[in-house]
T-cell receptor, first 117, second 117 residues
Framework: GAGVSQSPSNKVTEKGKDVELRCDPISGHTALYWYRQRLGQGLEFLIYFQGNSAPDKSGLPSDRFSAERTGESVSTLTIQRTQQEDSAVYLC???????????????FGPGTRLTVT | AQKVTQAQTEISVVEKEDVTLDCVYETRDTTYYLFWYKQPPSGELVFLIRRNSFDEQNEISGRYSWNFQKSTSSFNFTITASQVVDSAVYFCALSESDYNQGGKLIFGQGTELSVKP
């Protein structure tokens, strides 16, 4: 079946502009996650959705970052007034279950490489 | 506080050698989950294994094996008879049982494995 898809694959934007990143999870997966991977570094958690609610937004770096999810489907991550330190690969993942499930292995999309100039 | 440590930043081996990637974790939860992911040069994270804290049985899958030791808080990964295609960055990750965090993954910094022909 289809895996997690993300668009765009690459985005170059000027400092100060807003960007929107999209994630399509695996069909039937109730949990969705956003992570960020800076060059040569590990992955840092940004936000978790169970259905269309976001119980954990603790990883969002600042109020310039926001995310929403439509039902158990598409999610968008929005970064307003982008800064150079926002340059990174943004990864989306989905899992069949969330907090109350053993089926919590996450399947990742290919990522969106964001470059802020 | 939860934390995952992969002390080996880079490992280089010659094809057919065995190699072990170390992972040490910290958590206060009694129920938790451990994972290994592979990130090849193409960039997409690939799920390898999930281990639940209440299941200390070691696992073997082909050339891959995992050794989970609760007593030392370690979850090490061994590749037997390594191949060039095993070259990648490998991440160990931890997920706790906090309901509001869902299956949020805490990643180690990764170990870059280079297998030379």
């Amino acid at each position: 079946g289809a895996g997690v898809s993300q668009s765009p694959s690459n985005k170059v934007t000027e400092k100060g502009k807003d960007v929107e990143l999209r994630c399509d999870p695996i069909s039937g997966h109730t949990a969705l996650y956003w992570y960020r991977q800076r060059l040569g570094q590990g992955l840092e958690f940004l936000i978790y959705f169970q259905g269309n609610s976001a119980p954990d937004k603790s990883g969002l770096p600042s109020d310039r970052f926001s995310a929403e999810r439509t039902g158990e489907s598409v999610s968008t991550l929005t970064i307003q007034r982008t800064q150079q330190e926002d340059s990174a690969v943004y990864l989306c993942a989905s899992s069949l279950g969330g907090a109350e499930s053993y089926d919590r292995e996450q399947y990742f999309g290919p990522g969106t490489r964001l470059t802020v100039t | 506080a939860q934390k995952v440590t992969q002390a080996q930043t880079e490992i280089s081996v010659v094809e057919k050698e065995d190699v072990t990637l170390d992972c040490v974790y910290e958590t206060r939860d009694t129920t938790y989950y451990l994972f290994w992911y592979k990130q090849p040069p193409s960039g997409e994270l690939v799920f390898l294994i999930r281990r639940n804290s209440f299941d200390e049985q070691n696992e073997i899958s082909g050339r891959y094996s995992w050794n989970f030791q609760k007593s030392t808080s370690s979850f090490n990964f061994t590749i037997t008879a390594s191949q060039v295609v095993d070259s990648a960055v490998y991440f160990c990750a931890l997920s706790e049982s906090d309901y509001n965090q869902g299956g949020k993954l805490i990643f180690g910094q990764g170990t870059e494995l280079s297998v030379k022909p």
